[in-house]
């Protein structure tokens, strides 16, 4: 560790390809030099400041700063604030400088610590920040944490502090987000920056169907295997706002934070205050290179899993759409035994098994098996799948309340409200106040209690509303309070419980970001089981999250959000893509469907080792799209067409192979197929029969270059393929 207080520091910090230079100046405010591409000598930044190099502007301030990494309101730095702080309405000028740094190495890692504060005597606040920037080398991820210390003697409102503040080179000219809403999520949605610059906000007190709480800044040539993107993720379930505005320098910059509804935090003297940190990752490999940064991070350090690693993922079958509230001992027993017949491995009871939970008007708090549905309780159904094989998952929505349940007719003032208004219920449910230390002691303890009673080793921890309202009995705003008690819940039930794992679902994709995966194994990616719905939500989910933690379930045809239907192969091939599950009775397969389902399920089982650790990337055919996942000597494709054919021959698939073996042999297999070719003679049956028999050899190269020759199919048709060494020679 170096510490430091000297003029003009620049400090760079190093992941494998990107880089971060910051300058340091005791007494001025910290600003950057780069964040991008990683830069071996800095000759020019060394000796030439960017102030140095500018000219004062005509109308301009008569100051120039560089580059803010935290710019403040009132003080003349024209930049959209970062930090918005007053007290009381008064004193909202604030002027962060540079008084002390400290570097920290470890193996994995390059980080810097900025020390700011305030430097007025006038005013009557007295602010100071830390902003710690670590590189992590391995991932190329750079995440930034920052907290506000209120070093003065009275009561401090905060208004906005944004997590990180992050230049974007001009010509990363386009923003891509992701739109969404129920059942259609991670919808990605690109377009160019413009001179007034792009916003999202978040208000609905969950991470949200609408705005997930990421971005990617990109180059207008950026595709998804080539050009320059910046990947921003903020790691939090809650409100939020991305912002990118023009800088007068010509950049832009990235600002992203919680959003903090009207008086929701106050700093009382001596408070130090943390906001979720914001994670970016600069890749020069498209799209799929900062996402394959991004899953490759939440697969090192995000997820946290029993024992420190990932056990196989087990195929699922999830009860919701089979029964949905009609839990039937009998029927949840066939169940069970045609799913274990078909290969299925955890067994999870859905929304329907507590008492007063005909449908979705009531019950929901009270956390206890409904004595007529379950007049022995939960054991003997777990008993029963336990003996088939599969493990046991139950569901659960503890933050959530209806008013017709005990737990309401009791604890009327459990839930977040605004006294003297309507409720303003959604799916006619209420949401509990985690905040008060009796409400999430009831839930701990009832969960705690089921949990130990019953061999249960999985929760799908359900979310099903945004919040409104969210007023404690004092009417202060609780949305980021109720965050932070969530998970607090949450980490305290996996102290108490470590080996069993938790599913993040709010209806569907609704709370998916690094701040709940800390306390989670796996997200409910959508409740749409349409296969062809399916592969835009998936793939958009991908961009940031790795599959193995996208749960992707084979659902009925017709699936019930849509009332489409595709072949059961189709509707397979897209789930062997996630971590596979079934969400369908099963019971009404006949025996074809059955094998053919069971036949994909073993597909996944012997290939999830590659699924589910590889790299991914995918891109676009003319008719739809391709996923592929590598590791060092296996390789899996899959080439989904989803619409009519642009021409009448297939373009080959260039694949963007990167193997580590030196084999240059490789052999194509098909593995499995959905749908029919569009071919009037013999000539493509045969060389998809040659793929499927023996398999076609290749080189690297002609994969890469040449690409991967597939028929043209017909509409919600698929093709998956092996690709692996023939003679390998890998270590
Ligand atoms: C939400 C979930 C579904 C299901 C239902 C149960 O919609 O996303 O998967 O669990 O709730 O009510």
């Not at 962060?96 to 009557?124: G, I, P, R």
């Not at 938790?502 to 701040?515: F, L, Q, T, Y």
């Not at 995966?517 to 793939?539: E, K, P």
């Not at 494709?637 to 042999?665: C, E, K, N, Y």
Request: proline share 5%.
């Amino acid at each position: 560790m170096t510490q430091s207080s000297t003029p003009h520091t620049l400090m760079q910090i190093n992941g494998r390809h990107s880089c971060a230079i910051i300058q340091f100046q005791k007494g001025a405010i910290p600003t950057w030099r780069h964040y991008g591409a990683r830069i071996q000598h800095t000759a020019l930044v060394k000796k030439w400041s960017d102030t140095a190099i500018w000219r004062m502007p005509n109308s301009s301030m008569d100051r120039m700063d560089g580059i803010p990494l935290l710019p403040c309101f009132g003080n003349g730095v024209m930049h959209v604030p970062a930090l918005l702080a007053h007290q009381d309405g008064r004193d909202a000028v604030q002027e962060l400088v540079c008084q002390s740094y400290e570097q920290n190495n470890t193996d994995s890692t390059e980080s810097l610590v900025l020390h700011l504060a305030d430097n007025t005597s006038q005013s009557q606040i007295s602010l100071a920040a830390e902003i710690t920037l670590t590189m992590h080398r391995e991932t190329d991820v750079l995440s930034i944490q920052t907290r506000i210390i209120n070093s003065g003697n009275s009561v401090l409102q905060l208004d906005k502090i944004a997590s990180g503040v992050v230049p974007i080179a001009a010509h990363l000219s386009e923003v891509a987000s992701f739109h969404g809403l129920w059942a259609h999520e991670f919808q990605m949605q690109r377009s160019p920056l413009g001179r007034t610059g792009w916003q999202m906000q978040n208000r609905q007190g969950r991470s949200s169907h609408e705005h997930p709480p990421a971005c990617f800044l990109l180059e207008p040539t950026t595709s998804d295997h080539a050009g320059q993107a910046i990947a921003a993720h903020l790691a939090w379930s809650g409100n939020h706002q991305f912002s990118v505005d023009p800088h007068l320098s010509g950049c832009c910059l990235l600002q992203a934070g919680e959003w903090f509804a009207p008086g929701e935090v106050r700093l009382t003297p001596g408070d130090s205050f943390e906001v979720a940190p914001l994670h970016v990752s600069w890749s020069d490999k498209g799209l799929n290179g900062a996402s394959q940064q991004l899953h490759q991070h939440a697969r090192l350090l995000v997820l946290q899993w029993h024992n420190g690693s990932m056990s196989p993922r087990p195929v699922h079958l999830n009860t919701w759409e089979a029964v949905y509230w009609n839990h039937d001992l009998p029927v949840l027993y066939e169940l069970a035994e045609r799913a274990a017949s078909i290969g299925i491995e955890r067994f999870v009871l859905d929304d329907g098994w507590f008492p007063g939970r005909p449908n979705d008007r009531s019950g929901l708090g009270d956390w206890w098996p409904d004595p007529l549905k379950y007049p022995d309780g939960l054991q003997p159904l777990i008993d029963h799948v336990l003996k088939l094989g599969m493990g046991f998952g139950l569901w659960v929505e503890p933050e959530m309340v209806n008013p017709d349940s005990e737990l309401f007719r009791q604890h009327p003032d459990w839930a977040l409200q605004s006294s003297g208004r309507d409720l303003q219920t959604s799916r006619y449910q209420l949401v509990l106040n985690l905040s008060l230390p009796e409400v999430s002691n009831y839930l701990f303890c009832k969960i705690s209690h089921l949990l130990s009673q019953h061999p249960i080793s999985y929760l799908k921890w359900d979310m099903n509303r945004d919040l409104a309202q969210a007023q404690n009995a004092e009417g202060r705003m609780m949305y980021r309070a109720q965050v932070h008690a969530l998970y607090g819940l949450l980490s305290q039930l996996r102290q108490a419980h470590p080996n069993v794992e938790i599913e993040s679902c709010a209806s569907g994709g609704g709370r998916m970001d690094w701040g709940v995966l800390q306390y989670s194994h796996r997200f409910w990616t959508s409740d749409n089981n349409d296969a062809v719905s399916r592969v835009s939500i998936q793939g958009g989910a991908l961009r940031l999250f790795p599959l193995e933690i996208l749960g992707a379930h084979v659902g009925p045809a017709p699936a019930h959000s849509t009332g489409r239907a595709q072949s059961m192969d189709f509707r397979c091939a897209v789930a062997l893509f996630g971590h596979m599950g079934v969400e369908a009775d099963v019971r009404k397969l006949d025996d074809a469907q059955a094998s053919i389902l069971s036949r994909w399920i073993g597909l996944y089982k012997q290939w999830r080792h590659v699924l589910h650790h590889g790299r991914f990337s995918q891109g676009q055919t003319a008719n739809g799209v391709w996923w592929m996942v590598q590791t060092q000597d296996q390789t899996i494709v899959g080439v989904f067409t989803l619409d009519h054919p642009q021409s009448l021959h297939h373009a080959p698939i260039r694949l963007p192979l990167m193997f580590a073996s030196d084999s240059t042999q490789w052999c194509v297999r098909l593995l499995g197929r959905a749908g029919h070719e569009r071919a009037r003679g013999e000539a493509t049956t045969l060389w998809l029969d040659a793929l499927q028999a023996d398999g076609v050899i290749y080189t690297v190269d002609e994969l890469q270059h040449l690409g991967l020759n597939v028929p043209n199919m017909n509409p919600e048709s698929a093709l998956v393929f092996s690709i692996e060494a023939c003679n390998p020679t890998y270590p």
